[in-house]
């Protein structure tokens, strides 16, 4: 067990404790890796953690065999940086373990993601994995989805203003994610936009993941319903640090 005195928002020896957090549920997910493995690797912050602890264990001779199938540019150059052997989906029949993030993570193991600009590659990702396991701290735990955040919804970009209409048909509030380091708006990997879509009410989140896909001009959105065999919460009780298995 590691102990940390403090809140969440102190630092502890240079390093912001939501990040310990991170790294220590990293670590776990870590060691469901096997050799021979075709391992799926998610985005984010906490997944980068987790790209480290798998590429040590890789340096180390551990993991003989391992391919690994990135969800985003991202987890690719994190992948090449932490020596591990890169394949994709069309090169694989399944994959054995996905490994990912999510930004929100309901009673019922749905998540909402894309925060990052990645979900639909993500997406194919985590559903084509025979094992899917989430990787968070507490702070991702909510009652219902779309508590915290829009729901991302990526678009063709020449469908942007005809697919935010309908959006608004059916209850939500879309906006056009911008750009923070250029002007204009965000481009995803696969070179569209992305509407970020806030719903007052989500009493069913599989409906609403449906009914969003459905709109001509939409690639995939940010609900991931159903897919998470196991999420694992890294969490923090009186200066110690726990992972949670929900």
Same mark, same amino acid.
């Given at each position: 067990?590691?102990? +940390?005195?403090?809140? &969440?928002?102190? !630092? @502890?020896?240079? @390093?912001?404790?939501?990040?310990?957090?991170?790294?220590? +549920?990293?670590? %776990?997910?870590?060691?469901?890796?096997?050799?021979?493995?075709?391992?799926?690797?998610?985005?984010?912050?906490?997944?980068?953690?987790?790209?480290?602890?798998?590429?040590?264990?890789?340096?180390? =001779?551990?993991?003989?065999?391992? !391919?690994?199938?990135?969800?985003?540019?991202?987890?690719?150059?994190?992948?090449? *940086? #932490?020596?591990?052997?890169?394949?994709?989906? #069309?090169?694989?029949?399944?994959?054995?373990?996905?490994?990912?993030?999510?930004? *929100?993570?309901?009673?019922? &193991?749905?998540?909402?993601?894309? =925060?990052?600009?990645?979900?639909?590659? $993500? %997406?194919? @990702?985590?559903?084509?994995?025979?094992? &899917?396991?989430?990787?968070?701290?507490?702070? /991702?735990?909510?009652?219902?989805?779309?508590? /915290?955040?829009?729901?991302?919804?990526? +678009?063709?970009? &020449?469908?942007?203003?005809?697919? =935010?209409? %309908?959006?608004?048909?059916?209850?939500?509030?879309?906006?056009? !994610?911008?750009? /923070?380091?250029?002007? =204009?708006?965000?481009?995803?990997?696969?070179?569209?936009?992305?509407?970020?879509?806030?719903?007052?009410?989500?009493? #069913?989140?599989?409906?609403? $993941? $449906?009914?969003? #896909?459905?709109?001509?001009?939409?690639?995939?959105?940010?609900?991931?319903?159903?897919?998470?065999?196991? +999420?694992?919460?890294?969490?923090?009780?009186?200066?110690?640090?726990?992972?949670? *298995?929900?």
């Amino acid at each position: 067990m590691v102990r +940390v005195a403090g809140s &969440l928002m102190r !630092r @502890v020896l240079g @390093v912001d404790l939501q990040d310990e957090l991170k790294k220590h +549920v990293a670590a %776990k997910a870590a060691d469901l890796v096997r050799p021979n493995m075709v391992l799926g690797l998610g985005s984010g912050s906490t997944a980068a953690f987790f790209v480290a602890d798998v590429g040590r264990r890789v340096v180390a =001779g551990e993991l003989p065999g391992l !391919r690994c199938v990135p969800t985003s540019f991202q987890a690719s150059v994190l992948a090449n *940086e #932490n020596s591990l052997t890169l394949t994709t989906l #069309n090169e694989v029949d399944t994959i054995d373990l996905a490994v990912d993030g999510a930004d *929100e993570v309901d009673p019922h &193991l749905n998540l909402t993601k894309g =925060g990052g600009g990645c979900q639909t590659e $993500e %997406k194919l @990702v985590d559903a084509r994995a025979e094992q &899917l396991v989430i990787v968070v701290d507490s702070s /991702k735990l909510v009652h219902r989805l779309g508590e /915290k955040m829009p729901i991302p919804v990526e +678009v063709l970009p &020449l469908a942007y203003r005809q697919v =935010g209409q %309908k959006l608004t048909t059916i209850g939500g509030k879309p906006t056009l !994610r911008m750009a /923070k380091a250029k002007a =204009g708006p965000l481009v995803t990997d696969q070179g569209n936009f992305i509407l970020d879509t806030e719903f007052e009410q989500m009493d #069913n989140p599989g409906q609403l $993941e $449906e009914q969003i #896909n459905n709109i001509p001009g939409v690639l995939d959105n940010g609900l991931f319903v159903g897919l998470a065999d196991k +999420v694992l919460v890294g969490e923090e009780d009186n200066g110690k640090l726990s992972v949670r *298995e929900l």
